[in-house]
């Protein structure tokens, strides 16, 4: 299937200013990791505007899992792209990523301060199953345009069945592409060439003394030019180079940078602006961030141009569409994990069961849904308080 890119007219249909609101939004109430970031994206540019249709965000998507970097980050840069080419890739990721900056930095501050995170445990508790419906839904609905074959759907339980037995996600994404491509070439004889483009926490929060914001800039530009994954490789990669290689940071220190990215919305790599803070003060925090979210606009911007002419070659479509159908199967995948983590007892189920009948049959506003999921949050702790 072609897919070329938008004319001047669609363009002009999504304003920046539409394109800021939307994420800056996003980026204040996406809680719950790059798959239910990807899910409330889902919602709002496919079912709610129209911005794109299920098969071009699934092309997206799958682009996105094929380069290093903040997965749901990039897919807010690949969609401002998609909508108004350069102007759009900063606006769009900008507007995603500052809102999450600034709440982990007031985190990174009150650490300075009071040597502890601010609890959040409470908003968590319900919000997290308003997630759970969310990625739900949004897999519900690509489900039919990524699986569009048996084949297809076949490697999509040869995906899920991999993961579980721990085969890396990366490899996996590029596994199934390629067998993909080997099933098209099969079965289309004659084919041409291979065309394949391819909760709080507690410790001592005393900043340590500041470090020269260059080295600091080099180390998180590093990081997001190279890491694949989820936040735990995330974890890896701050432990290796902050901990034990340069000894910015002590142990207890990294995990509360991360238990502070992982509590507030938006994109988990805030972490860097918490630990940036930790080192340098405001000014480290600025770089940090700079450093880690830099490559993401560079890849996307290099690979962003690409996704649609993929759809021109029978032999790098059927690589996207392996691609596509991994993706969704590690979102399943990540989304059994965090429902058996999450809806835990009769309040949390029913938080679940409500807002999957709100979303689905009433189309309420994944932000709203949010909304609702922290005051239900705080409601049970007050009345388990009593």
């Known amino acids: ?116 995170l601010p609890s959040a445990s409470w908003m968590l508790y319900g919000i997290k199953p308003v997630i759970v419906a969310v990625v739900l839904q949004a897999i519900w609905a690509l489900t039919p345009k990524a699986a569009k074959t048996t084949f297809l759907r076949v490697l999509g339980i040869g995906v899920v069945i991999a993961v579980a037995f721990g085969v890396n996600e990366i490899i996996v994404l590029f596994a199934a592409g390629l067998i993909a491509v080997v099933a098209a070439r099969k079965w289309s004889a004659g084919t041409s060439g291979l065309a ?94 700079a450093g880690i979210f830099l490559p993401a606009f560079v890849f996307v911007a290099l690979s962003g141009p690409l996704v649609p002419r993929l759809r021109n070659s029978p032999s790098a479509a059927a690589f996207l569409d392996g691609v596509n159908i991994a993706s969704l199967a590690l979102m399943a995948v990540v989304t059994v994990q965090l429902s058996m983590s999450t809806i835990l007892d009769l309040p949390t189920t029913l938080i679940f069961v409500v807002s999957a009948v709100l979303l689905v049959w009433l189309n309420v506003n994944s932000t709203w849904l949010v909304a609702g999921g922290a005051l239900a949050g705080w409601l049970v702790h007050e009345l388990a308080a009593r």
């Open 196 to 289: 394949l483009i391819l909760p709080a926490a507690a410790s001592g929060g005393l900043a340590i003394p500041s470090i020269g914001l260059g080295p600091i800039f080099a180390v998180f530009l590093k990081i997001g030019s190279v890491l694949f994954g989820s936040g735990y490789v995330l974890l890896a990669f701050l432990r290796t180079d902050l901990v034990e290689r340069l000894g910015w940071l002590t142990e207890a220190q990294l995990i509360d940078a991360v238990a502070a990215g992982q509590v507030t919305p938006g994109p988990v790599f805030t972490t860097a602006t918490f630990i940036g803070y930790l080192l340098a003060g405001t000014p480290g925090a600025l770089v940090a961030t």
């Open 1 to 116: 299937m072609s897919q070329s890119l938008p004319s001047a007219a669609e363009e002009s249909r999504t304003t920046l200013l539409e394109l800021a609101l939307l994420f800056l939004r996003l980026g204040t109430t996406a809680f719950g990791g790059p798959a239910a970031h990807i899910a409330m994206m889902q919602d709002e540019v496919v079912r709610r505007r129209g911005w794109l249709t299920d098969e071009r965000f699934l092309d997206l998507l799958g682009a996105t899992n094929l380069i290093p970097g903040p997965n749901s980050t990039e897919m807010a840069i690949h969609i401002g792209w998609d909508r108004r080419r350069w102007s759009g890739l900063v606006v769009a990721g900008l507007a995603f990523i500052v809102p999450a900056m600034l709440i982990t930095w007031v985190f990174a501050w009150a650490y300075v301060q009071y040597g502890s």
